[in-house]
């Protein structure tokens, strides 16, 4: 049914634009490519898995998962990028945050195995549903949907209007500008990353409560794609990458519910290479800007 | 004879191979304004940059308020009242102009309230009040220089670090800032201000460093450097 492919395309495209914010949160501030950010949005799943060993509620997974993600975060940002802050560090700093995210699989995959695993929780948590307005709305979709409008307000409201969204803001224009105006911007770099690793974990945890497993392999599809739509979105813009994560969502659920299958698949590619054809800083992207400072 | 707010010995600082600052040694006392000249590509931005680490040094010591400064980050050096406006001003353009100077106001602890504080800079620009809430980025190059130096007004800082305020503005604005550098000279703010308008400089400085080449060739009190103008001439040629 057409309005219930759009809320699957909607909850699928919540889980993007988290993941996709996170990216354009690091390369804004760093102008860099994060690539451990699809695993740890990977792993925000095993904190499901974890949390259902730990033997606590199973909304424990929520805080776990930033905390979690956050300090993967911080990690990734010690290991892989604070020593190539030079002009020429870009693709030392892709290569290990890459490596950094395959060490991660494989951890993953020592510990639970290269299969999807099972979270263990009762199958209502993800099956249960109601009927509204003659559609069947499943709640951990609603949830889903819900935890991430309350998520991109909080951000929204921390980027614009609080201290270290100013901070982070005046870090990604130059951090040298930042630096010289009382600025930490080692600080400001770590805040970055925790942010947008945090967002990629609750992504991960979600996408696994929604199928009651966790998958190993869903970095290199599911969470590679969002990088796909922060370069559509816009390179480093989060409001892009917000709006182009639920844009694709929507519009992978519509190509799905017209039989394109698993073509509806490589929508997202497809998109990225024509996007960026006509326009190289995406739809969102920082030309405009650029052209008002000219 | 007192400690200098900023001392600065056999300075050298290098871009791998090509030393840009050559053992330059140089002091700036409290309340002094100081002007280095030198033509294009003597130094001058190497050295200021140099002075807020935002370039590792080779060798030499600088030392702020009697405490050396080689460990401390740009921004801790910000902190403790050294402030450096850069060359081509440092202008957050995706910012708004009242969030640059929130910015800078936070920039250390203030005996004012950030309101209070904005007032103050909006009665000295009043342009920057009309502009408040527009990106920085908007503004013309003269707004933006007065937005550099109402960022050092919002919270002023003990030593100021000035690199070509003057570049790519018309006579009129560059009298306008030299006339507001006056004013923080006033308040008993240190200035050390680099510059390729020399005359500008050395008219508002009271002692003054000729660069050349990345080392210091003349030095001395303003009137004097001003007298030799041969000297000068040869030197910034
Ligand atoms: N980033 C850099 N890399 C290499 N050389 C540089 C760099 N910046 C400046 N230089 C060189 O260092 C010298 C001093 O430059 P600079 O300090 O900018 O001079 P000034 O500010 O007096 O015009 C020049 O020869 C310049 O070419
Ligand atoms: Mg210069």
Redesign the interface.
Known sequence: MLAEQVINGLVLGSMYALIAIGYSLVFGVLDKLTFAHSEIFMFGGYVGVLTVALGVPIWWAIPLAIVVAGIQGLITELVSFRKFNTPDGHITAALSSFAAGIVLIDVTQKFWGSDPKDLGIPNTIYTASTELFGLQIVYIKLAILIVTLLIMIALQILIART?MG??I??V???S???????????RVTQQTFFIASALAGIAGLMLAMRGGFADPNVGLSFGLKALAIMAIGGMGDVRGAMIGGILIGVLEGLAFQYGLGKLSEVLVWVLMIVVLLVRPNGLFGRSV?RE??A | MSEPVLAVEALHVAYGPIKAVRGCTLRLDAGETVAVVGANGAGKTTLLRALSNLLPHESGSVRYLGAPTERAGPHELARRGLFHIPEGRGTLGRLEVRENLRIAYDVRPADRSFEAALERVFERFPRLRERHDQLAGTLSGGEQQMLALARALINPPRVLLVDEPSLGLAPALVEEAFAVLGEFHAEGIAILLVEQNVYSALRLAQRGYVLRQGEIVMEGPSAKLLADAEMLKHYLG
């Open positions: 201290r100013r901070n803001r005046a990604a224009e130059s040298t500008t930042a630096s010289l105006l009382g600025i930490d911007v080692k800007n008002l400072r």
